[in-house]
Nanobody
Framework: QVQLVESGGGLVQPGGSLRLSCAAS????????MSWYRQAPGQERELVAV????????NYADSVKGRFTISRDNAKKLVYLQMNRLKPEDTAVYYC????????WGQGTQVTVSS
């Protein structure tokens, strides 16, 4: 069955870095664009970054441009989110998303940016 499993979250100081990973299985990973979303407490889930399938074009929320980088490894069925110069406002649960059917979500990984 389809699975998306995120990892790599944790506690980091402002200005620090984290790399999130999303392991995909159960579908033809290389054929789908993939996305990262995040949801902070009391806020709606928001799109952070997206990467297309074959040409790997990327797009980012304005709030993370120049700091975050999304990438993918089709052979390993992984999508990454490299997060640099993290800010307290980046604190959220980060979710991997695949546009399968009505949309498929991972379970999320917590990122906390705090001193």
């Amino acid at each position: 069955q389809v699975q998306l499993v995120e990892s790599g979250g944790g506690l980091v100081q402002p200005g620090g870095s984290l790399r999130l990973s999303c392991a995909a299985s159960g579908f033809t990973f290389s054929a789908y664009g993939m996305s990262w979303y995040r949801q902070a407490p009391g806020q709606e889930r928001e799109l952070v970054a997206v990467i297309s399938s074959f040409d790997e074009r990327t797009n980012y929320a304005d709030s993370v441009k120049g700091r975050f980088t999304i990438s993918r490894d089709n052979a390993k069925k992984l999508v990454y989110l490299q997060m640099n110069r993290l800010k307290p406002e980046d604190t959220a649960v980060y979710y991997c998303y695949a546009p399968l059917g009505r949309g498929f979500w991972g379970q999320g990984t917590q990122v906390t940016v705090s001193s």
